[in-house]
């Protein structure tokens, strides 16, 4: 009888080893009953038999016989005294007992096991970076495979927090103690699943390095797992702007797409239609050339812009969370700058016979219809017709003198305004424009200036007449600078589109004087002015318009007189004393004429008077004709000398103020002088 070494087996470990102790005609190699292997590593096993015995075949963990296949992962091999078991690549399936069958000569079945032990290292299955929606309940993700089997711990930060605590205490102040020693993170927002971490609302402090800890304690392996959290919102819906206008031919248009979400929005730009989406990208260009398309996170810059540009462009905005994200598009239309159709001019002669009639059409060429306008205009910008379509017409009937004239189409949309000139050219004879003067005078040697202005079209020759017939000038004789005598100067120049202005100075003599001088354009057609040249006679006479005397002067308002046709040179005052009869008491002043601010309303004023005395006063004009005439005197008395009358003014009691301790305001008005100055 054989002892039994086991204390505590169950009956079938006693009968397998008291079968394996009665029958030991299998030998297995290597012979240890315990064996541990390296998981992905390959391992062979034999079985052989003694005497009779003859092995059978190999039995897997799973009770199934190992097959004879050299392609198999698992397989035996027939040797000479038993069967080689072959397993390549071992895998955690091939933990387990294996077993060797024999068979003795009577046919009894016997057999011999191992156990073989697989060890499986430290394995993480779970993504380094993970996206937790804010607001939502989450599990990060890591699965931990290992054999034996891993003691699973979380962690938060860079300094590795232990997040706990995973169990509950019944004493608050336990809990503090326990998480201040450990440095542990203590929140009932997270919670240990079998395969991660369960965070049950996500929020913006979740967003960060979390750590996954995975400890074997029979073979003292640990190691740690780095997963990078980002707290994530799916992408809202994006809109793409432009600023107004966007496109504009040949000039540059850029769409901006916006959306937001966490973490970052990428942008993807594409063209066309759904069905046949292209991507936009940067387009490859030189050095000095300038790029179609630039693409710049959210931008997109499209340069030179044209026709060919016009269409539908659409703005994919996802993140790494929602990478499916959402989609918008944008319509595309170039404006096109308007171009108008050049306007031949217009050219009509004016007849006594028969009205004309003109019309100009303003067409666009090309252009964008979009806020498309026409306009015409006078060259001084003021409106004369508006129209919202591509033509507009301007009409002149009947066409008259003052229709002459360039016109100005204005053409105008979102990308550009522009015009073109339309020209009206009406012939007419020469048209008398003024001055309405009709003489001027002058004196012998004085330089007189005749002036005349024409209307015409075309530009009419200019001619000056001195209408004097002798037999060499029947019709007068035509002046010309230089030649004639008495002509200072003869200018002629254009002041307005058909308007011509013709100056002549004439210095005259005295037979001069009763003829007149003609002013004549011709275009051919002549039109014609007569101005004659009288002797300028001296002015008239002068009435003071006010006076008002003074104690020691007097002061007399006076305006310009009649002048005879030449610019008054002088006012000339004589004034004597009434009662004084000596040959020197007419005293004579005599006043440069002065213009103030255009008023030629004049002040003359008499010093050194006698008070309380009446004085003869005469006042005449002078203008290089001579002086004027005498009227008679006016008669004025100055004023008694008086004590000067004032008053004080009275001040309410709000504004009476002094401005120190030896200075106050006091206002008086002066009613009287007392005939003198204060």
């Keep these: 009888m054989i002892p039994c070494i086991c204390t505590k087996c169950t009956e079938l470990e006693l009968k397998v080893m008291l079968f394996n102790t009665v029958w030991s005609d299998l030998i297995i190699k290597p012979n240890d009953a315990l064996l541990t292997r390296d998981q992905y590593r390959s391992f062979i096993a034999s079985c052989t038999g003694q005497s009779d015995t003859k092995v059978i075949s190999w039995r897997t963990p799973q009770q199934t016989e190992v097959p004879e296949n050299d392609a198999a992962r698992v397989t035996i091999e027939r040797q000479t005294y038993g069967l080689r078991l072959r397993i390549r690549n071992l895998t955690i399936e091939d933990q387990g007992k294996w077993e060797c069958v024999g068979a003795n000569m009577d046919g009894i079945k016997y057999s011999k096991q191992f156990q073989m032990n697989i060890k499986v290292p430290i394995t993480f299955h779970g993504d380094s970076i993970q996206y937790a929606p804010l607001g939502q309940q989450v599990t990060i993700k890591c699965r931990v495979h290992a054999n034996p089997s891993a003691e699973v711990s979380w962690f938060k930060g860079q300094d590795k927090t232990r997040i706990g605590n995973f169990y509950s205490y019944s004493s608050k102040k336990y809990d503090c103690h326990l998480n201040c020693i450990f440095n542990i993170v203590a929140s009932q927002n997270y919670e240990k699943t079998s395969d991660g971490l369960r965070i049950n609302r996500v929020d913006m402090a979740d967003n960060g390095t979390f ?70 990208i940067d387009s490859p260009v030189g050095a000095s050339e300038v790029p179609k398309f630039v693409v710049r996170g959210n931008q ?77 205009q006078y060259m001084n910008n003021t409106p004369i017709q508006f129209e919202k379509y591509k033509l507009i017409e301007l009409r ?68 000056w007449i001195k209408m004097i017939r002798t037999v060499q000038d029947p019709e007068g004789r035509l002046l010309t600078s230089d030649i004639d005598h008495g002509v200072n100067d003869i200018t002629t120049k254009q002041i307005g589109s058909t308007l011509w202005e013709t100056i002549l100075s004439y210095t005259p003599d005295e037979r ?50 009649e002048t005879g046709g030449l610019p008054l040179v002088n006012y000339i005052v004589k004034y004597e004393q009434i009662g004084v ?9 005599k006043f440069p004429v002065q213009t103030m601010n255009g008023q030629q309303v004049q002040t003359l004023r008499i010093d050194n008077l006698q008070p309380s005395t009446s004085y003869n006063i005469n006042i005449l004009a002078e203008t290089r004709a001579g002086i004027g005439q005498a009227k008679s005197p006016i008669r004025l008395k100055t004023l008694d000398r008086q004590i000067p009358q004032f008053k004080l003014l009275s001040t309410p009691p709000e504004e009476q103020s002094c401005m120190d301790d030896r200075k106050c305001l006091v206002k008086w008005s002066i009613e009287s002088d007392g005939g003198a100055p204060i």
Excluded at 217 to 243: K, M, N, W, Y
Excluded at 581 to 589: E, G, H, M, R, V
């Design 211 to 280: 750590w996954c800890r995975a400890d074997v304690l029979e073979t003292g392996e640990s190691r740690d797992f780095e997963i990078i959290v980002v707290a994530s919102e799916s992408v809202t819906h994006p809109r793409i702007q432009c600023s107004s206008p966007c496109a504009i031919e040949k000039k540059t248009a850029t769409l901006v797409c916006e959306a937001s979400g966490l973490p970052a929005t990428k942008y993807q730009w594409f063209y066309g239609n759904a069905d046949k989406l292209r991507a936009v």
């Design 300 to 376: 997109l810059t499209i340069n030179y812009v044209d026709e060919t540009d016009n269409g539908k462009y659409t703005c994919h905005a996802s993140n790494d969370y929602d990478k499916v994200g959402q989609k918008t598009e944008y319509i595309l239309n170039v404006i096109v700058p308007p171009r108008l159709t050049p306007i031949p001019e217009i050219e009509i002669e004016l007849t006594d016979r028969e009205s004309h009639r003109a019309v100009f059409q303003c067409r666009v060429e090309r252009g964008s219809a979009e806020s498309l306008s026409l306009e015409w």
């Design 512 to 561: 001069d004087f009763g003829l007149s001088f003609e002013c004549r354009a011709l275009n051919p057609k002549v039109g014609r002015h007569s101005i004659t040249l009288q002797k300028a006679e001296p002015p008239r006479a002068v009435y003071p318009t006010e006076a008002k005397p003074l104690a020691n002067a007097i002061e007399l308002v006076v305006s310009p007189p």
């Design 581 to 589: 009869n000596q040959p020197d008491s007419i005293k004579t002043l």
């Design 396 to 463: 002149f009937d009947p066409i008259r003198r003052e229709h002459f004239g360039n016109y100005s189409c204005v053409a105008k949309n979102l990308a550009d305004t522009t015009f073109v000139i339309a020209s009206l050219l009406v012939r007419f004879p020469p048209l008398y424009i003024g001055p309405n003067i009709q003489a001027v005078s002058s004196i012998p040697g004085y330089r007189a200036v005749m002036k005349c202005q024409f209307e015409s079209y075309p530009a009419p020759v200019i001619q």
